[in-house]
């Protein structure tokens, strides 16, 4: 794990950190390769990521679906991450991996939003939430979900 990396792991705390949980669905008969490609892409991001917070990865139980829990220091964070497994997520989806789904729970950063804008069209679903409710009462949450 690289020093910035294990520092954003330990500093991050929810409230702190930009959130994002990433859905897909693994090709009939492809969970070994979908496994390998996996290990392949969190290595990548143990040794490359320094904004990192927490990148696990869940299998269902019949190993059709999987969802990947992301936090990053900053928004900007998953474009560092994004640039670091862009060949290997690429063979993950070409051979292994579709219906990708990624869920925003806090407003991208302007360089984020525009990185979005420049993804090929249908190659992801994205949908955004707003926190409207915290146990932490620290937490600044929206008076108004956009609607």
């Given at each position: 794990?690289?020093?910035?990396?294990?520092?954003?792991?330990q500093e991050g705390r929810h409230g702190d950190v930009f959130e994002v949980t990433?859905?897909?669905k693994v090709r009939d008969g492809e969970l070994e390769g979908f496994k390998r490609q996996a290990a392949e892409i969190m290595n990548a991001t143990k040794e490359l990521d320094t904004k990192t917070v927490r990148y696990d990865w869940f299998l269902s139980d019949d190993g059709?679906?999987?969802?990947?829990?992301?936090s990053?220091?900053?928004a900007d964070g998953l474009i560092e991450h994004s640039q670091h497994i862009?060949?290997?997520r690429n063979t993950l989806y070409r051979d292994f991996a579709y219906d990708h789904t990624v869920t925003f729970?806090?407003?991208?950063?302007?360089a984020?939003?525009?990185?979005l804008k420049a993804m090929s069209p249908g190659a992801v679903t994205l949908k955004q939430f707003f926190l409207f409710q915290a146990l932490d009462a620290d937490l600044e949450v929206v008076e108004e979900v956009p609607a």
């Amino acid at each position: 794990m690289s020093r910035g990396s294990r520092r954003a792991r330990q500093e991050g705390r929810h409230g702190d950190v930009f959130e994002v949980t990433a859905q897909l669905k693994v090709r009939d008969g492809e969970l070994e390769g979908f496994k390998r490609q996996a290990a392949e892409i969190m290595n990548a991001t143990k040794e490359l990521d320094t904004k990192t917070v927490r990148y696990d990865w869940f299998l269902s139980d019949d190993g059709t679906e999987c969802e990947v829990r992301e936090s990053y220091a900053d928004a900007d964070g998953l474009i560092e991450h994004s640039q670091h497994i862009a060949e290997a997520r690429n063979t993950l989806y070409r051979d292994f991996a579709y219906d990708h789904t990624v869920t925003f729970y806090a407003q991208p950063s302007p360089a984020l939003a525009e990185a979005l804008k420049a993804m090929s069209p249908g190659a992801v679903t994205l949908k955004q939430f707003f926190l409207f409710q915290a146990l932490d009462a620290d937490l600044e949450v929206v008076e108004e979900v956009p609607a």
